[in-house]
């Protein structure tokens, strides 16, 4: 794994903010991605581009 990446981020739940196991970085994508959250245990489908998240439909 390349140690050298800057720019990462822990994803949260867009429904409660808490905290998901999902980890990205800048240059990941993610199209209609199942994110699940542990804390309201609800599955959201979710698009990441550039470290940006928006609601898939």
Do not use: A
């Not at 720019?7 to 903010?17: A, F, K, Q, R």
């Not at 994110?35 to 581009?49: A, F, G, T």
Request: net charge positive; glycine share 4%; aromatic share 8%.
């Amino acid at each position: 794994m390349n140690d050298n990446r800057k720019n990462s981020l822990w994803i949260h739940c867009p429904i409660c903010g808490g905290k998901t196991r999902t980890k990205v970085y800048d240059d990941t994508v993610l199209v209609k991605f199942p994110l699940y959250c542990p804390k309201c245990k609800k599955e959201i489908k979710i698009d990441v581009i550039q470290l940006k998240m928006v609601l898939s439909k």
